[in-house]
């Protein structure tokens, strides 16, 4: 799982290029990939993620704004908003991933790559999408 949790950060950094430059995703991620050696399965889970995204980004912010309630996406921090777009893709659209299990990396993430009150901002917005995806189980 350690893999994951790289290939994750690896598509985070592509995600923010994209944010930046608004360059072609998977050129963005090709960008990341080539600064080092990564294993294949840290490849093929962050371009699995950047192609996911990529598709539905459309779809993947409107959960953004809607559960975060009080918060103009704009204002969203880019990696923020980055994480979310990560742990919503993979909520959403990635069925052999529990959703508790990317709801803990994009904590983990947060903690790591961005400020002290983050992880908390995340954890609620992903928290309330999980409750309502699982509402009738």
């Known amino acids: 799982m350690k893999n994951r949790r790289k290939a994750r950060e690896v598509a985070l950094q592509a995600l923010y290029k994209y944010d930046v430059t608004k360059e072609d995703f998977k050129d963005c991620l090709n960008d990341v990939l080539r600064f080092k050696n990564f294993n294949d399965e840290i490849i093929n889970f962050s371009t699995r993620i950047i192609d996911t995204i990529s598709k539905k980004l459309n779809e993947i912010d409107e959960n953004i704004r809607k559960y975060s309630k009080k918060w103009k996406f704009e204002r969203i921090a880019v990696i923020d908003r980055n994480i979310l777009?990560?742990?919503?893709?993979?909520?959403?659209?990635?069925?052999?991933?529990?959703?508790?299990?990317?709801?803990?990396?994009?904590?983990?993430?947060?903690?790591?790559?961005?400020?002290?009150?983050?992880?908390?901002?995340?954890?609620?917005?992903?928290h309330r999408l999980f409750m309502d995806l699982n509402e009738n189980e």
Not at 101 to 120: C, D, G, H
């Open 85 to 126: 777009r990560i742990a919503i893709s993979e909520m959403l659209y990635m069925d052999d991933i529990p959703e508790k299990v990317s709801i803990n990396e994009a904590v983990e993430i947060a903690k790591k790559f961005s400020t002290e009150e983050s992880y908390a901002f995340i954890n609620g917005i992903l």
